[in-house]
């Protein structure tokens, strides 16, 4: 899958030079094109990227946020029409950056970058396919060329590996980004159906699936696979761009097996350049989706709104985990316990694969933990009771969580307690508090007062496990069941 380009939301974020064409020609999704006598004010016209000759040493380079994030299997180096001015090679590297980071942490080293190819010979005026054996997820990729030079078009391929989120959450079933495809369809004369389903917004009526001008009886249809399946509740048939040419209505079929579909709206009447919201009365399972037009006409996207199915969700949140970059990984990891040699134990016991592996490699790691790693573990929780302090927001937003049970009656009593068990042990008072509520937690913490400073570590180690346990289900959207409790 079409990872990079822009027609699925890829852009140039940070560039070190761009003076005779611009980076942002890497990414489009049309063929390089030659213009023989067409000149700039800086020189030839060149439909690629392309930099100043280099007179000092260094390299140049640029940075590509992707439109999909996944992992990287197959790249594409286009030199077309690059003749005497390509580089001598290349190199790719990948990394997981949060969407909100500062352009200039980027140019300033501040990312961890993962070697994807390493520096490659490149031909002029070829286009050469790499293979890529990673199994990072990325969000970003930086090309460097060595020197200097031009290339006309980069092509990025690979597996989509998407973060669902929080669980429970709404979603667009059918998108891209989550392995949503567009997989037949009647007519696809001007545009195919694949487009969609991609991540961005509409840019032109190009960029949406249309067909000829029927001129007998019948109508045109597609049918969208779903990334994910999950319960639908309602659709988005969006026609921005296609102001003369939309379709008159549309009608919409769900399916589990893509033999056997239920009709879900019938002849919907549709306006031209509008997103046309259609609720279903009642939500229906399905993994595939067939949109029939009538009789002919375009659509921009096609979004399909609905609850993923925990089983495979969970998966996908697993894979997430696989697939980080040892930083990002950590960063995650630790929301779950605050130990750092179980998230070093955890994130090097990676592929976890499915459920079953990741508990055993969390008790794993907690059987390995001494005195020292228990307190690192303990000193990152907030008192129960108390203000959370400074934890990430993920984890600020589970204790808050795991502590609704308290309220104010019981928060001067706890302040009391906590203190007096801090003095008597030494660390802060551990116990499982989701689901439970404030008295329990009281009457918990008076009895653990009595224990020896050895049986209490046990015991406070024994909630850790519990808690452990609890964030791990809700990181990837597990039922108790399922993590063997």
């Not at 969407?99 to 520096?119: F, K, Q, R, S």
């Not at 490699?361 to 129960?384: N, Q, T, V, Y």
């Not at 927001?393 to 009656?409: C, F, I, P």
């Not at 008597?424 to 653990?448: C, H, K, N, Q, W």
Request: hydrophobic letters at 35%; aromatic letters at 6%; one cysteine or more.
């Amino acid at each position: 899958m079409d990872l990079g380009s822009v027609g699925v939301g890829g852009e140039i974020i940070s560039c070190n030079d761009e003076f005779f064409a611009a980076a942002s020609n890497l990414l489009k999704n049309t063929q390089p094109e030659w213009r023989e006598h067409e000149y700039t004010d800086r020189g030839k016209w060149m439909d690629g990227w392309e930099t100043r000759r280099r007179r000092e040493p260094g390299h140049d380079w640029c940075v590509i946020r992707l439109g999909i994030p996944g992992r990287i299997q197959r790249v594409t180096v286009d030199t077309s029409y690059f003749t005497g001015n390509y580089p001598e090679s290349f190199s790719l590297e990948g990394a997981s950056i949060q969407d909100d980071i500062d352009v200039n942490d980027v140019d300033a080293g501040e990312v961890e970058w993962e070697e994807l190819l390493g520096v490659t010979t490149l031909a002029g005026d070829a286009v050469e396919t790499y293979g890529v054996s990673s199994q990072f997820r990325v969000t970003h990729v930086r090309l460097n060329i060595y020197p200097d030079g031009g290339i006309a078009r980069l092509g990025i391929e690979g597996e989509p590996v998407p973060d669902l989120g929080e669980v429970g959450q709404e979603m667009d079933l059918a998108n891209a980004q989550v392995g949503g495809e567009g997989v037949e369809a009647s007519d696809s004369h001007y545009n195919p159906p694949s487009k969609m389903v991609r991540p961005t917004e509409p840019a032109g009526m190009w960029d949406g699936w249309e067909t000829r001008r029927r001129r007998g009886s019948g109508h045109d249809w597609a049918i969208v696979s779903l990334g994910i399946p999950g319960v639908v509740s309602s659709f988005d048939v969006d026609t921005r761009h296609f102001k003369g040419n939309p379709p008159g209505t549309v009608s919409l079929y769900l399916s589990e097996d893509g033999v056997a579909w239920d009709e879900v709206v019938r002849h919907h009447r549709v306006a031209g350049h509008e997103v046309n919201r259609i609720d279903l009365d009642s939500p229906v399972h399905a993994s595939m989706v067939k949109l029939d037009i009538h009789p002919d006409g375009g659509v921009a996207r096609l979004r399909v709104w609905g609850i993923p199915d925990p089983e495979p969700a969970s998966e996908m949140r697993i894979a997430l985990i696989d697939s980080l970059m040892p930083g990002a990984a950590t960063e995650r990891l630790s929301v779950a316990c605050g130990s750092s040699r179980w998230v070093e134990s955890m994130v090097a016991a990676r592929p976890f694969g499915d459920i079953d592996a990741l508990v055993e490699a969390s008790e794993k790691a907690f059987d390995g933990l001494g005195e020292d790693g228990w307190m690192e573990a303990f000193s990152a929780h907030p008192r129960i009771g108390a203000d959370r302090g400074s934890q990430s927001e993920r984890g600020e937003a589970l204790s808050k969580k795991e502590q609704s049970g308290v309220d104010n009656d019981s928060h001067a009593v706890l302040e009391h307690l906590n203190r007096e068990y801090e003095q008597r042990f030494g660390f802060t008072y551990i116990v499982r508090a989701a689901g439970r509520p404030g008295d329990e937690m009281i009457s918990l913490l008076r009895s653990r007062l009595a224990n020896d400073r050895g049986t209490e570590i046990g015991v406070a180690g024994e909630q850790q496990r519990e808690i452990t346990r609890l964030r791990l289900r809700s990181l990837i959207g597990i039922t108790p069941h399922e993590m063997g409790e």
